[in-house]
């Protein structure tokens, strides 16, 4: 038994071949890119969560909390963390103590590596949402000009036979269903990946104010 949709590309015209093989590359790149944000996704969250158990069994200056650095070198918490250290290790190298406007300057280094990371997490969201909005739009186009061919079909043979209007139609179809097939995966996937970067945004968010509280209460016991 032939498959269908081989069946369809091969009885497809020019026009149509050219769609489904433009189709066909973008599904590739957005199953690439799939597979790409699921592992690192859930790579960052599992780093996350190793780095979290550390800190919050560890009392004290965060100056002296020691970490296997591979292990979490993919977590956003730890980059912050790790930049906001050698700040501070500077800091106190330097004057010895933590004044205010040093804790202002340790939060604008926050930021940067927080915006840092964020890039980092939407990196080929543009492209993902990109395929999603234009396949269906690729899909239509085959599908208007396979009635387009099944029309002129008819006017050749001048009747409305099956001969005359299938392979229109058959071109017209599968373009449609090539379009819906690259189209969902890359909807659904950018979907999940915007409610990842939502929730890792909480947690990068919630850590941030925890350690500028460390420093904070670290600058307090400076100044007792």
Known sequence: MQNPIITSFVESGLFGKFIL?????L?????????????????????????????????????????????????????????????????????????SEDIEAIEIIMQKVISEERLRMEDSNFALATIASISPFLGLLGTVWGIMKSFRGMGMMGSASITAVAPGISEALVTTVFGLIVAI????????????????????NNFSLELLDRIEKLRNLQES
């Open 27 to 99: 599904s590739i790149y957005a199953w690439a890119i799939v597979q790409n944000k699921i592992f690192y996704f859930r790579k960052i969250r599992r780093e996350d969560r190793m780095f979290m158990e550390k800190i919050k069994g560890t009392r004290g200056s965060i100056l002296n909390i020691d970490f296997n650095e591979k292990a979490v070198s993919n977590s956003p918490l730890f980059k912050i963390f790790l930049s906001t250290r050698e700040i501070l290790q500077d800091i106190i190298m330097s004057k010895n103590r933590i004044e």
């Open 185 to 204: 995966p890359a909807v659904i996937v950018y979907n999940y990946t915007v409610n990842n970067i939502k929730e890792e945004m909480v947690r990068i």
């Open 21 to 25: 093989i433009v189709l066909a590359f």
